[in-house]
Structure formats: C-alpha cells, structure tokens
C-alpha cells in the first residue's frame, strides 16, 4: 500500500491513507488512455445532425419544363441536387457515435490517468470538505489554499447540498460523484481533490478492490 498524504481544507497535513499500489505502479500508457477518451467523447456526442435530400425539400413537386424542344436540359425537379435550393447528396445523417470497449481497458485506462496526474503533483486528497454557509466566497477560499485556480475536479463519496451551492458558481470547478470518476475529466483537470472517504470507491472503480479480494 502507497502512503498519500492527506490535508484539510486550509493545506495542512492532517494524517496520512493508503492507497492500492495497483493504481500507482501502473504504467502511464498514453495510447490507452487516449483510447478511452476518445471513445467517451464519441459516446457524448449528440449525432443529431442532418441535412434534407431532395424528398424533403419543399417544393419542386412539378416537373418544371417538358422533357424535349426546350434546348435545356432534362430536369424532373427543381428541388434536384444539382439546383441551387436543391437537396444534398449523402449528406450527413443521424446516427449514433458510440461504442464500447473491454471494461478492463477502461479501468486500466483510468489506473494510468491518476497515476499520471500524481506523478505532476496534481492529486490532492481531503479529509473533509465543508463549507459552513454555502458560499462561494467559502469555496474559492478552499481553492486558493491549493492554488488551485484552473480547471479542478473535486471526486466526492457524497454530495453535500451546500458544497454544491457554494462550488456551482466557480466555472473552472466541478463536482463529481465518484460513481462518474472517468478518464476524460482526470486528464481533462488541471488539479485533482479526492475526498478521504471516497478513495475506497476509487479502487473499486479501478478494479484494485476485486483484484485483491
């Protein structure tokens, strides 16, 4: 097991926790954590879009001039893909950008992204977070204490009603459940807050948990 120092909100060192040495001595495999970034962001991705062909242009039902003795050329409609104003040929359509890959690339995949962020000083680990009032002046205090003043995930065993009051109006801050905890939004943050309690969730999430069951 790996010792982790672990702080409170005001920086100071209150205790230390253990930490699985799975996460920590896996590699940093760049390539497997792009591949599962790239496969979350082709998941999100809404696919919504579409263009008209030209059944679904309006107008352009008649055929607009007889098919010989004029000196143009044929046309059956004014709304054809070659007209102005026409339909799009094999124009994009919706569809559904996801896929899945094997659960045990993901989790190695998330093993080697907090490894990464802890091999560059990024990784943080609490041992409470609280703010009395729910305010956001009282969460961009907690922040200052880490300098932590770009882009922070906060990863929390539970949500607290006031902690995301006071952190929702901070834009480079987010909370997250550590039930979400994904590759993307580690390597997507500049600085990584662990709540204490939720670390054995973590390891659950990376695998370790089952590994050394």
Known sequence: MAKIDVFDVKNSIVGSVDLHDAILDYPVNTVLIHEVVKMQLACRRAGTHATKTKGLVSGGGRKPWKQKGTGRARAGSSRSPLWRGGGTIFGPQPRDYS???????????????????????????????????????????????????????????????????????????????????????????????????SLPMVEKATGVAVEGA
């Open 99 to 197: 896929y899945s890959m094997p659960k045990k690339k993901v989790k190695n995949a998330l093993r080697s992204a907090i490894h990464a962020k802890y091999d560059a000083g990024a990784v943080v680990v609490l041992d409470s977070l609280f703010v009395e009032n729910g305010k956001t002046k009282e969460a961009v205090e907690i922040l200052k204490a880490f300098n932590a003043d770009r882009r922070v995930l906060i990863v929390v065993d539970v949500i607290d009603e006031k902690v995301a009051r006071a952190f929702s109006n901070i834009p480079y801050a987010d909370i997250l459940h550590v039930n979400g905890l994904n590759v993307y939004d580690i390597m997507n943050s500049y600085k990584i807050i662990f709540l204490k309690n």
